[in-house]
């Protein structure tokens, strides 16, 4: 029996990697009233028969930061602890067999130099030098990164430990957490079979258990285990030691050496949920039963690739379960629902290579009250209610463990677990050949397919099948008219006495304005970084309407309800489900909507950034003059009952006037050629509006709004980054996102986002580019500008201002508009 303590600091639950991590990186922060509570013993979910693969390239700058922090981590823990790690640098050989997937490693290598990782770009029997037991025949080639690694997962758990008991941290095992304790909307402890322990945070960092830990406390953490197998052969003769890490992603298989053996997995197409029955409370390092027949197939294929393995003796056929979510990301970060309550799970097979980064940023982000980084791609806040699910989490699951090993197409969309949330418009976008891809569970028209085309996605790096057919729509907002359904964007409705007042100390622009005026605006945090990127619209004098993106929906909206003071008169209703939106586009908006309604839509009347209810069809309508294509155009909001009668009479009446259905991509193609930057890419909590060229958007003149003093701070010198916007000459060099940006031979940035533009016939992107000796635009634009496409540096045009109507006469629908044409060039 142990004496557990009535309170503590912290709270961690789970006995992970993961949990112990945090617990270090929190005493070595200097906070060492650390508890760790462990249901059974260190390590006995699935960090016990983790694989120990430690590799750095991950899919963005921030996460193979964190990964490469993990490496040298655990290259001096041992050092500090006293416990061995077994960790070894012996690096890492990813194959290819065929030249799509070689495009991508090539793509993985240029992301991995503009990281700082030093990276190989190699030939088959270049390749195969370094893994001599390896059969090359179909290798098209093969990428090395020598900083790879591998250790031992129990040992590495237990330095953890142990350097963090050493600096005062309490870790208890054999106490299980049975729920999280709230009060007043904050995490105050825990409950276990026998104690109440009161804790000012709590760290979910319970694994597998994680989800239904969570769900008791009214918190969503999406995950659902999966069978994970590999083998374990007896000794090979032959096989050198310290071979690096083999990866075939076109096999799905790993090869990992080990002690003169082959531990050799997979990561195949469709997995095997496991525990939606519940997982048995006393599992304790189990393991679950083979399947040979399942794992068969990518075994042959394991064969071909090293001929010694189908020679040598099987030690261990293992199988065993690992925690996957919905996007094949982890969840990290403080919960929106509770304050104070964070969550670190859902690692889907890389809680080994992640952990200590992962571990570091969630101890700052206790202690400071902030993520020390851009940590989006991570962020539990991207989490959607109905993804505690659990039929949609194990129907989903089926898909997510393989996509560590398949393609990562540009647009891929997940395949399974669909059809979640549709607007009202659905069954029409589809009955019109709508190609639909997901965003938050929405079911989302990305592009329309012509008749006598099947509208489905053929991935590519190139020009993939849906490209001329975009470029229609892209035409039509530029030259006619183009019908958006956004009703996906997040919807905030905003009201009380002390609306104008709140909304005015959270917004970095001016909310005292008219009813009527829309307010494009950024919300800061303290260091004038960018949270959220967003429309305001005043309905009345003590009513707002805030418009986000879909993405970050639960984001946004926990954002602005924790920074509504508790004696605030003001009330925030999420209206998201309740409205449609509809995005009418393009030179012949006004002559289209005009047949709907008797409203006065001339300039004068209805000047850009202008809202207001009119009668349009049989429906009562908000129209909002305001565009993110760049041309003139409104977004009506009506009631989704409304929609589909107010679809069907802009379709009709639209005809005429060259109206064309538009989806996702077409938006993403005209916004880049304005250069609007997306939130999330072009804009992140890492970036504040000068950097980005948004210092317009921001009231400088008002007395206090978050991030105020950050910002002038930064005004009296001129950022030492600075978002560039990029364009390429070559028609077939597609650029998408983390491509490197050179200048006079020296790397200096990476694109954060890319999309062919259709009517400036360019490959474009936006990307940071550092400037410490601050520069000024003219001089720094001066320099000789590439980017790196996959190992191919590409000449390309930098500009400070957008590629398409950089007067934005267009958008204001002055008299005498050049074509579209005459505005690209």
């Known amino acids: 029996m142990v004496e557990i303590p009535q309170r503590a600091q912290v709270v961690i639950v789970g006995g992970g990697i993961v949990g112990c991590s945090i617990a270090y990186h929190l005493t070595l922060r200097g906070m060492t009233d650390v508890l760790l509570l462990e249901r059974k013993q260190l390590t006995s979910g699935t960090t016990w028969h983790a694989a120990g693969l430690v590799g750095q390239l991950r899919a963005t700058h921030n996460l193979t930061r964190l990964a490469q922090y993990t490496a040298e981590l655990y290259g001096n823990l041992e050092r500090e602890s006293g416990q061995a790690t077994g960790f070894l640098r012996i690096g890492s050989l990813a194959l290819a067999s065929t030249a799509a997937r070689m495009e991508e490693l090539r793509r993985g290598a240029s992301m991995a130099r503009c990281f ?42 237990q330095a953890l430990a142990k350097a963090a008991r050493m600096r005062g941290a309490r870790i208890l095992e054999n106490v299980k957490v049975e729920e999280i304790l709230l009060k007043d909307g904050r995490a105050t402890g825990v409950r276990t079979a026998t104690s109440t322990i009161e804790a000012e945070y709590v760290v979910n960092a319970a694994g597998m258990w994680a989800h239904g830990l969570a769900a008791k406390a009214g918190v969503t953490v999406p995950l659902h285990a999966a069978e994970h197998f590999y083998i374990v052969t007896e000794a090979i003769p032959g096989l050198p030691r310290h071979l690096p890490v083999l990866r075939d992603g076109d096999a799905c298989t790993y090869f990992k050496e080990d002690a003169g053996k082959l531990l050799v997995g997979w990561f195949e197409p469709v997995a095997k949920p496991w525990g939606m029955a519940g997982i048995p409370e006393t599992f304790c390092f189990d393991s679950l039963p083979d399947d040979l027949e399942h794992i068969e197939p990518l075994l042959e294929k394991a064969i071909a690739r090293v001929p010694a393995l189908g020679n040598a003796g099987i030690q261990l056929f293992f199988n065993g379960p690992e925690s996957f979510t919905p996007d094949n990301r982890y969840l990290l970060g403080e919960t929106p629902e509770v304050r104070n309550l964070f969550v670190a799970a859902g ?8 952990a200590g980064g992962a571990g570091k940023v969630l101890a700052d982000w206790i202690i400071d009250g902030h993520p020390p980084m851009d940590l989006w791609d991570v962020d539990i806040r991207r989490a959607m209610p109905f993804q505690r699910n659990k039929s949609y989490l194990k129907d989903r699951t089926v898909e997510a463990l393989g996509l560590l090993y398949d393609m990562h197409w540009p647009f891929r969309q997940p395949a399974t677990a669909r059809g979640v949330r549709r607007t009202a418009l659905h069954d029409r976008l589809a009955a019109s050949g709508a190609c639909f891809g997901e965003v938050a569970g929405w079911e989302r028209a990305n592009w329309y397919a012509p008749p006598g085309m099947e509208p489905r996605y053929e991935y590519s790096y190139g020009r993939q099948n849906w490209f001329e057919a975009s470029a229609a729509e892209h035409r039509a907002a530029r030259e006619a008219v183009a019908l958006f359904d956004l009703s996906s964007f997040g919807k905030f409705l905003v009201e009380g006495l002390d609306a104008e007042g709140v909304l005015n100390t959270i917004s970095a622009g001016n909310l005292a304005v008219e009813v009527g005026r829309i307010v494009y605006t950024q919300w800061l945090n303290a260091r004038g970084g960018i949270e959220a990127d967003l429309t305001i619209t005043r309905l009345g004098p003590e009513s707002f309407l805030v418009v986000t993106a879909a993405a970050t929906q639960t984001r946004d909206l926990a954002w602005l309800r924790r920074h509504i003071p508790s004696q605030a008169r003001v009330h925030v209703f999420d209206t998201t489900s309740g409205l449609a939106t509809l995005a009418v586009m393009g030179p012949n908006s006004r002559r289209l909507l005009e047949r709907l309604t008797d409203a006065d839509l001339s300039n004068a009347a209805f000047p850009f950034a202008t809202s207001r209810e009119v009668d349009m069809g049989h429906a009562r309508v908000r129209a909002s003059r305001i565009t993110y294509v760049g041309e003139l155009g409104w977004e009506l909001y009506v009631p989704t009952e409304f929609a589909a009668g107010l679809f069907d009479a802009l379709v009709a009446e639209g005809a005429d006037l060259g109206l064309k259905l538009a989806g996702y991509h077409a938006l993403n193609s005209l916004r880049m050629e304005k250069c609007y930057r997306h939130w999330g890419h072009d804009v992140t909590d890492e970036d504040t509006p000068l950097q980005a060229g948004l210092g317009f958007a921001v009231a400088w003149t008002k007395p206090d709004f978050i991030g105020r003093d950050a910002l002038l701070h930064e005004k009296t010198a001129r950022p030492e980054r600075r978002l560039l916007h990029f364009a390429i000459p070559d028609p077939e060099a597609l650029l998408y996102h983390n491509e490197p940006i050179w200048r006079d031979g020296q790397l200096i940035g990476r694109t954060t986002s890319g999309m062919f533009g259709h009517t400036v016939g360019k490959s474009l992107a936006l990307g940071y580019v550092d400037n410490p000796d601050r520069l000024t635009d003219a001089q720094l634009l001066a320099g000789r500008f590439e980017i790196e496409v996959a190992g191919r540096l590409i000449p390309a045009e930098a500009t400070a201002k957008p590629f398409y109507d950089p007067s934005n006469a267009r958008v204001r629908d002055v008299h005498d508009l050049p074509s579209p044409a005459e505005m690209a060039s």
Do not use: C, K, R, Y
Request: proline content about 8%; glycine content about 12%; overall charge negative.
């Open 116 to 157: 700082g990782l030093e990276v190989n770009v190699l030939s088959p029997e270049e390749a195969q030098a370094l893994w001599p037991l390896m059969d090359v025949d179909g290798l098209v080639g093969a990428v090395h990164l020598p900083g790879d690694g591998q250790t031992n997962p129990i040992d590495t758990t």
């Open 347 to 354: 690692f889907n097979s890389i809680g080994i290579q992640s």
